[in-house]
């Protein structure tokens, strides 16, 4: 009996040392740039030019935004750079620019026309920065998408008066 509790303890022994040494020689490749499908706003994760991972918009923010692609020469359906290194946890460029998608659509949701304009901001902040630098021009309608009540997002009230906001909409045209 005493016997096969040992052979039984060197087994799980080896078991853990093997699991150990195959963690450090044949670690989980990481993805090594992320991108970022401007009509959308799905990730991919990619590691040289092949996916490892991908994490598609939740909806309804992922068919909102699809609801207005077709009629936006900004929303294409294509894949941008969005982050030369997804696993730094300071920097989450990726997840920043998904983010920008889920309150643009959130806007869509709340006033179609903003809603549009603030979409297609993001979609242009993301393609010719990569997400790297500042934020996209809308930003100041982006900061006023709250969690609500019940956890959905939502725009919150008082975005009428916000100096930013109207400075914004008097850019382009919109009238509120």
């Known amino acids: 009996m005493r016997t096969q509790i040992v052979t039984w303890i060197e ?21 090594t740039s992320a991108e970022i499908r401007l009509d959308t706003g799905d990730l991919r ?22 609801s207005i692609a077709g009629n936006s020469p900004a929303l294409k359906a ?16 990726d997840k ?6 889920r309150y643009a659509a959130t806007w869509l949701i709340a006033d179609r026309e903003i809603g549009l304009w603030v ?15 500042s934020q996209p021009d809308c930003y100041p309608l982006l900061v006023w998408v709250q969690k609500g009540p019940d956890g959905t997002l939502v725009v919150l009230d008082g975005w009428q008066n916000d100096e930013q906001v109207k400075q914004y909409l008097s850019q382009h045209g919109i009238r509120k």
């Open 11 to 31: 087994r799980s022994l080896l078991v853990i040392v093997l699991f150990v040494l195959g963690a450090i020689f044949f670690p989980t490749p990481r993805p």
């Open 45 to 66: 994760y990619l590691r040289g030019d092949q996916v490892v991972k991908s994490r598609e918009m939740e909806e309804p923010y992922r068919s909102t935004l699809l």
């Open 78 to 93: 294509q894949w941008h750079l969005c982050s030369n290194n997804p696993s730094d946890p300071e920097r989450n460029t």
């Open 96 to 101: 920043r620019c998904q983010r920008f998608y």
């Open 119 to 133: 979409a297609e901001d993001v979609a242009r902040y993301i393609e010719t920065t990569d997400g790297q630098i």
